[in-house]
């Protein structure tokens, strides 16, 4: 039982190329998130899959895209990278059935972008 | 302002101390709240959910206070091992809004 993974662990990328982070979760949660977490600020969400088949933005959307591909993976594309988006980024997936409110985070993907 | 708010520290304190951290939200419709523990480059993991009517877990003491939105944690007789940034969580709508972290250090 893996827990939620994330692929890479690290990326360097230039200005204005294309990448996708993927992450998959092994634990038949419905839930699953995208966060970025920035120097000094807390967990930012991107965007979330309630369930298979289902995409909603959250709070740092743009310059992003998700594909919830089935229960098990979410991945997140930077179309056009830049600068602002150097971070680490944090995948999450959670159980709508657990009455805590328990998010899974997988090990983060360190992006910078030059 | 911010819709979570917490004293970025870092805490620096002997082993055997016991430290508070506090946090304050914005939203008076936030429904559950949580914190979550974050070592060096790691991922968060839940530490503990925080009820109204307060709860522990071992040297762990979650406050809540609804009508001051403020919500507090109590570690007593800190561990080297304690070392790591708190996380404030506040659960907005079925969406997680994180505090930035508050770090401690316990020294030997």
């Known amino acids: 039982n893996a827990g939620v993974t994330q692929t890479p662990k690290f990326q360097v990328l230039k200005t204005g190329q294309s990448m996708t982070l993927q992450c998959a979760q092994d634990?038949?949660?419905?839930?699953m998130y995208w966060y970025r977490q920035d120097p000094g600020m807390g967990l930012r969400l991107i965007y979330y899959?309630?369930?298979?088949?289902?995409?909603d933005k959250g709070e740092v959307p743009n310059g992003y895209n998700v594909s919830r591909l089935n229960k098990r993976e979410f991945s997140l594309r930077l179309e056009s990278a830049a600068p602002s988006q150097t971070s680490v980024y944090f995948c999450?997936?959670?159980?709508?059935?657990?009455?805590?409110?328990?998010?899974?985070f997988g090990p983060g993907t360190r992006l910078t972008v030059t | 302002r911010k819709e979570v708010e917490q004293d970025p520290g870092p805490f620096n304190v002997p082993e055997g101390a016991t430290v508070a951290f506090n946090c304050t939200y914005s939203?008076?419709?936030?429904?559950?709240f949580f914190w979550y523990r974050q070592d060096c480059r790691k991922e968060p993991k839940l530490l503990m959910s925080?009820?109204?009517s307060g709860n522990e877990d071992g040297r762990f003491t979650a406050q809540l206070n609804r009508a001051s939105q403020y919500i507090s944690l109590l570690i007593r007789d800190s561990k080297l091992s304690d070392s790591a940034t708190y996380l404030c969580?506040?659960?907005?709508?079925?969406?997680?809004?994180f505090g930035q972290g508050t770090e401690l250090s316990v020294k030997p």
């Open positions: 899959s309630a369930s298979e088949g289902t995409t």
């Open positions: 999450a997936s959670r159980d709508h059935d657990r009455v805590a409110y328990e998010q899974y």
């Open positions: 939203n008076s419709a936030s429904q559950s």
């Open positions: 634990m038949n949660h419905n839930s």
């Open positions: 969580v506040v659960n907005q709508g079925g969406k997680l809004i």
């Open positions: 925080v009820y109204s």
